[in-house]
């Protein structure tokens, strides 16, 4: 038993740096990376609606302004770089560490991993670490919940399915499971939202939040009650 926990846990070395290998090939292989996605908003060429509206006539200044310099960056490998200095989109190719090969960067990224350093969020300007430990409970808390709900339903079917095999109870039970596990479960989630919080049948849960408004002056039981409700 000890040998195989030990094998086991030394597989999880090898699986985890061909997870890492494997994802870090196709985020440097899709298109439309963080450097191109800047290059858009800077242009005024950005996928979004708004963002073209409002800077397609910067962008069309810029490339009339640019000159020379737009002619060099012509045949740049980043689309939408048209207009824009190259000494600048080295610049942002720095800021996003697309400076370095490819071979350097994966290396990089193995280290800052094992010295759990997975560096700023570029969209909300924080350390991931703090984004992960401020959502951490949250995600403690539905995954408990989560367990919970799956143990105290399907054990008990089980038993029930186990108990009464090929009756009527079996048979319609496991057409039941077969559809729901054909449902996609996002689809599932808001037809469960539309049917028991929307209002339009039974307004039998809340929309949105973890707990009451009021839950820090509800006692114990209470609060116990409030949070799978």
Known sequence: MLAYVV?????MVPTLLGIMVINF?????????????LIAQISGTAVDATARIGGADLGETR?????????????????????????????????????KPAHERLFQMIGN????????????D??????????????????IWTTLLV????????????????TRFDIWTSATIIVGYAIPNFL???????LFAGGSFWDIFPLRGLMS??????????RIADSPW
Do not use: C, T
Request: zero cysteines.
């Open 7 to 11: 094998r086991r846990v030394l597989l």
């Open 188 to 194: 599932f989630a808001v037809l469960l939202v539309v």
């Open 63 to 99: 490339q009339a302004q640019a000159g020379q310099a737009g002619d060099a960056s012509l045949a740049s490998k980043y689309r939408g770089a048209r207009g824009l200095d190259p000494e600048f989109i080295k610049e942002i190719e720095k800021l996003y560490g697309f400076d």
């Open 25 to 37: 090939l196709i985020v440097q292989a899709a298109p439309g990376g963080p450097v191109e996605q």
């Open 126 to 143: 924080r350390s991931v670490v703090d984004l992960v430990v401020d959502k951490m409970p949250v995600s403690i808390s539905l995954g």
């Open 113 to 124: 991993y094992l010295r759990f350093d997975f560096g700023d969020s570029f969209f909300r």
């Open 151 to 166: 143990y105290f339903i399907s054990v008990p079917l089980g038993v029930a399915k186990a108990v009464r095999d090929g």
């Open 213 to 222: 408004e009021n839950w820090s002056d509800l006692s114990w039981p209470d």
